[in-house]
C-alpha cells in the first residue's frame, strides 16, 4: 500500500500555469503505474494523463500538448506541469497509482490521494 499526498493546486488565471506534485510514501515507488484524474462538481472522475513505470505516457486529448506527466523515481514523486490554463480545467486533481496497471480507466488503480483544487479563471 502507498500513501499518496498531492500538492501545488491554487487559484490562477486562463492562460497561466501550474505544477502539481505527488508524493509518494510507503510503498516502492518505482513499481507503481501512476495517473493523474480529475474530477468537477457534479461531474465523473475524469482521467487525465497516465505514466507507467517504463516512463510510457498516456493523456487525455482535452490535455494533450498542453500538460505533461512525469516522474521522479528517486525522490518518489509524480508531477502534472499544466500549460495554457483553461476555465474548464478547474477541478480537485488526484494522483493514483497501482502495481499492476496504467492506463485512464480511474476503477483500476488502487491506491488515491486526497486531491488538490485547481480553479482557473476567466
Known amino acids: 500500500q502507498v500513501l499518496l499526498v498531492e500538492s501545488g493546486g491554487g487559484l490562477v488565471q486562463a492562460g497561466n500555469s501550474l505544477r502539481l506534485s505527488c508524493a509518494a510514501s510507503?510503498?516502492?515507488?518505482?513499481?507503481?503505474?501512476m495517473g493523474w484524474f480529475r474530477q468537477a462538481p457534479g461531474k465523473e472522475r475524469e482521467f487525465v494523463a497516465a505514466i507507467s513505470r517504463e516512463y510510457n505516457t498516456l493523456y487525455a486529448d482535452s490535455v494533450k500538448g498542453r500538460f505533461t506527466i512525469s516522474r521522479t523515481n528517486a525522490y518518489n514523486m509524480l508531477y502534472l506541469q499544466m500549460n495554457s490554463l483553461k476555465p474548464e480545467d478547474t477541478a480537485v486533481y488526484y494522483c493514483?497509482?497501482?502495481?499492476?496497471?496504467?492506463?485512464?480507466?480511474?476503477?483500476?488503480?488502487?491506491?488515491w490521494g486526497q486531491g488538490t483544487q485547481v480553479t482557473v479563471s476567466s
Open positions: 493514483a497509482a497501482d502495481l499492476t496497471y496504467w492506463g485512464r480507466l480511474h476503477y483500476m488503480y488502487h491506491n
Open positions: 510507503g510503498g516502492t515507488f518505482s513499481t507503481y503505474g
